[in-house]
């Protein structure tokens, strides 16, 4: 039901959690304003002027500080959906890589079986061309179903749901050679992408809207770290002397069942999304439990009356379709920023970098045979990154992490291109390639890896925002196949040159971060929106009657020239 229904909302009395604060990792202030009948904490202390300037325009009757502590639910749940969905994508994104060659020795022999003759190698390369490409394009469909399913099923389920694609998907290619088929490897391929289409939107939506907001960056970040254990668990688990042997690619391609079992039996033990239970579905008993649970306390009111702000805001909207939000003047700000995001993200050429990865370590005189290990070696890189974005992005922001990732990529892209011209003339430059191979990877994953993700959820409100999953989702999955498809080509045609293309987009979408997107760490969905809406404000406005200051980087008005000018906030 949309937040418009007619059903009555019953009420429901809070009752005591029996679930403990497991742990007790604080990250920002803890304090949280007393509501009718509940006890208060004590009172922080008075905000710095930098602190200050930061405050959002009071929202309500007053704003209240909502924040939580890591409890147990909170990251068990976190854990079992980056294990279980978000790690599969970086698998998938690396799975075929080692045993390229076993599986295109299984087309051309089955091609032998069927028509006494076997593939030529433009033919062979295509087929296998497309059973690699085929997961960005199942990864496109299926971020395209996102909103249907988000609202029909909710978060949880959802992600529930979507685990039977991966068994499916398991059986197609785990059994392609018993029955001699290499459609049922495309098959299963293109049923992964599908998976890792829904799941790439659907988790990051899931746990921005179960986090606490001094939590939000910290559990948002998580699956990108899984992704990059995806891609490492690839790189270990393709060596010779595992599963890199031909015939064990069948075996290896199909693993990722494993996960996908253990979150189909265990998700359903954690609630639903709170918020979805409250704005979408007016359930506000459902919503006070999963909220108990998640924050391992009884006091949720201070929560429960920030979304029933939220829902009053929406009460006359329904969910938004991709259309009506493109349309959506008021929000073309938030919609532009989620697109140039994802777009850059996918565009910023890390996807090129893993491609020539190989070719880049082969010029530096790495002999061919210690290669994979070396490229596990960018994979443990990967994950370290992830580590350090992930606990810091709550001390330094979003803004800080993203826009560091970028500019790093930028000049490590240029880096390769003057080492790629000068390493004729320079043999030790080919040692810069590989440092800034390096620093692209760590960059990426420092950042840009997962905070759009982030973001999208943080940007919108809750009647807009799988649309905004859709819109993202679409034009990352759209950008990774087109960087995918045309890079060779581009290769070929600009040579070393090709990576000033990456700089550029890197270095642009950075500057986009510093001049439009707000900082949004440690704020409500609410105080973000209000944010947006002091924007359209500002451009609504004659210059000369508004007084402009920079904060962290983002235009904003001063609270005595708005009141001067006679303006309100919406």
């Known amino acids: 039901m949309s937040p418009g229904g007619s059903r009555a909302a019953l009420p429901c009395l809070p009752f005591p959690s029996f679930t403990s604060s497991f742990f007790h990792l604080e990250m920002g202030e803890t304090s949280r304003a007393a509501a009718p009948g509940l006890s208060s904490s004590p009172s922080p202390p008075p905000p710095s002027p930098r602190s200050a300037r930061s405050l959002s325009p009071p929202l309500g009757k007053g704003t209240r500080d909502i924040t939580g502590h890591l409890t147990f639910p909170l990251l068990s749940v976190t854990l079992l959906v980056s294990f279980g969905s978000s790690m599969l994508y970086g698998y998938n994104l690396a799975v075929v890589n080692s045993p390229a060659e076993h599986i295109k020795a299984f087309y051309n022999a089955t091609w032998f079986q069927r028509y006494g003759q076997g593939l030529g190698p433009a033919p062979l390369t295509l087929l296998y061309a497309l059973t690699v490409s085929i997961f960005a394009l199942g990864g496109l469909g299926g971020s395209l179903l996102v909103g249907v399913l988000v609202e029909r099923y909710g978060r949880n389920g959802a992600l529930s749901r979507s685990?039977?694609?991966?068994?499916?998907?398991?059986?197609?290619?785990?059994?392609?050679?018993?029955?001699?088929?290499?459609?049922?490897?495309?098959?299963?391929?293109?049923?992964?992408?599908?998976?890792?289409?829904?799941?790439?939107?659907?988790?990051?939506?899931?746990?921005?809207?179960?986090?606490?907001?001094?939590?939000?960056?910290?559990?948002?970040?998580?699956?990108?770290?899984?992704i990059c254990l995806g891609v490492f668990s690839a790189q270990v688990l393709g060596l010779p002397e595992l599963l890199g042997k031909d015939r064990f690619w069948p075996l290896f391609l199909s693993v990722v069942v494993v996960p996908a079992s253990l979150q189909l039996?265990?998700?359903?033990?954690?609630?639903?999304?709170?918020?979805?239970?409250?704005?979408?579905?007016?359930?506000?008993?459902?919503?006070?439990?999963?909220?108990?649970?998640?924050?391992?306390?009884?006091?949720?009111?201070?929560?429960?009356?920030?979304m029933q702000e939220e829902q009053r805001s929406l009460s006359s909207m329904e969910m938004a379709s991709v259309w009506q939000l493109l349309r959506e003047r008021s929000l073309r700000w938030q919609t532009l920023s989620v697109a140039v995001l994802n777009a850059g993200m996918q565009l910023s050429g890390i996807d090129?970098?893993?491609?020539?990865?190989?070719?880049?370590?082969?010029?530096?005189?790495?002999?061919?045979?210690?290669?994979?290990?070396?490229?596990?070696?960018?994979?443990?890189?990967?994950?370290?990154?992830?580590?350090?974005?992930?606990?810091?992005?709550?001390?330094?922001?979003?803004?800080?992490?993203?826009?560091?990732?970028?500019?790093?990529?930028?000049?490590?892209?240029?880096?390769?291109?003057?080492?790629?011209?000068?390493?004729?003339?320079?043999?030790?430059?080919?040692?810069?390639?590989?440092?800034?191979?390096?620093?692209?990877?760590?960059?990426?994953?420092?950042?840009?890896?997962?905070?759009?993700?982030?973001?999208?959820?943080?940007?919108?409100?809750?009647?807009?925002?799988?649309?905004a999953y859709i819109v993202g989702g679409s034009l990352n999955w759209l950008c990774n196949f087109t960087v995918g498809f045309i890079f060779p080509f581009l290769q070929m045609s600009a040579g070393a040159f090709c990576y000033l293309v990456f700089c550029g987009v890197c270095l642009l979408v950075a500057l986009y971060v510093y001049l439009i997107i707000p900082e949004t760490k440690n704020k409500t969905f609410m105080e973000i929106s209000h944010i947006f809406a002091t924007r359209r404000s500002v451009l609504s406005v004659p210059a000369q009657l508004i007084g402009m200051r920079k904060l962290d980087g983002y235009g904003t008005l001063e609270s005595s020239s708005l009141e001067g000018s006679g303006s309100s906030l919406p």
């Open 163 to 226: 685990a039977l694609l991966v068994l499916l998907a398991g059986g197609f290619m785990g059994f392609s050679r018993e029955v001699a088929s290499p459609e049922m490897v495309i098959i299963g391929r293109s049923i992964t992408g599908i998976h890792s289409g829904i799941c790439l939107s659907v988790v990051p939506l899931y746990l921005g809207e179960i986090a606490p907001k001094n939590l939000r960056g910290f559990l948002g970040l998580m699956p990108s770290i899984f």
């Open 265 to 306: 039996l265990l998700l359903h033990c954690f609630p639903e999304s709170p918020r979805y239970l409250l704005i979408e579905r007016n359930d506000v008993c459902g919503a006070t439990k999963a909220l108990q649970r998640f924050l391992g306390s009884p006091e949720v009111q201070d929560v429960i009356e920030e």
């Open 352 to 467: 090129a970098i893993w491609f020539y990865t190989n070719t880049i370590f082969e010029n530096a005189g790495i002999p061919v045979s210690q290669i994979p290990y070396t490229t596990m070696g960018t994979g443990a890189i990967e994950v370290v990154a992830g580590l350090i974005g992930c606990f810091t992005i709550e001390r330094v922001g979003r803004r800080p992490l993203i826009i560091t990732g970028f500019c790093a990529m930028g000049v490590c892209s240029a880096g390769i291109t003057i080492s790629l011209l000068l390493q004729a003339a320079l043999p030790w430059m080919r040692y810069v390639s590989v440092a800034c191979v390096v620093g692209i990877i760590a960059g990426f994953c420092m950042g840009p890896a997962g905070v759009p993700f982030l973001m999208t959820a943080e940007l919108f409100m809750q009647s807009h925002r799988p649309a």
